[in-house]
């Protein structure tokens, strides 16, 4: 299954948890394509006790999951892309929504 996830929480529980179904997805076999949108930015950073996001983002990369990040939205906070989230635009999410058998949103 090709499943594309669009995540705008800057939750660090909720996005954490939201890579650990990407990684178990990608375990299963499934192609999986993570967007970040408006406050799904900032979720490299994300860090509350026991939720670092950001281990769960390495681990969901390391499995072959691809995570896009808005560039507008970057800008909007004066950030920038990283390796781990490239810089990207609508058409990428555009793409994962097109191309995707499920799209689901945090």
């Given at each position: 299954?090709?499943?594309?996830?669009?995540?705008?929480?800057?939750?660090?529980?909720?996005?954490?948890?939201?890579?650990?179904?990407?990684?178990?997805?990608?375990?299963?076999?499934?192609?999986?394509?993570?967007f970040?949108?408006?406050?799904?930015?900032?979720?490299?950073?994300?860090?509350?006790?026991?939720?670092?996001?950001?281990?769960?983002?390495?681990?969901?990369?390391?499995?072959?999951?691809?995570?896009?990040?808005?560039?507008?939205?970057l800008?909007?906070?004066?950030?920038?892309?990283?390796?781990?989230?490239p810089?990207?635009?609508?058409?990428?999410?555009?793409?994962?929504?097109?191309?995707?058998?499920?799209v689901?949103?945090?």
């Open positions: 299954m090709k499943l594309g996830i669009v995540i705008t929480s800057n939750d660090a529980e909720t996005v954490w948890n939201v890579f650990r179904l990407g990684v178990f997805a990608l375990k299963e076999g499934d192609d999986v394509k993570v970040l949108l408006a406050r799904g930015v900032e979720c490299e950073s994300l860090h509350e006790g026991e939720f670092v996001v950001a281990i769960q983002m390495q681990k969901f990369v390391d499995k072959g999951g691809r995570i896009y990040a808005c560039g507008t939205c800008k909007i906070r004066n950030e920038k892309g990283s390796e781990i989230c810089l990207s635009t609508m058409r990428d999410l555009y793409d994962i929504v097109h191309q995707s058998d499920r689901l949103t945090f």
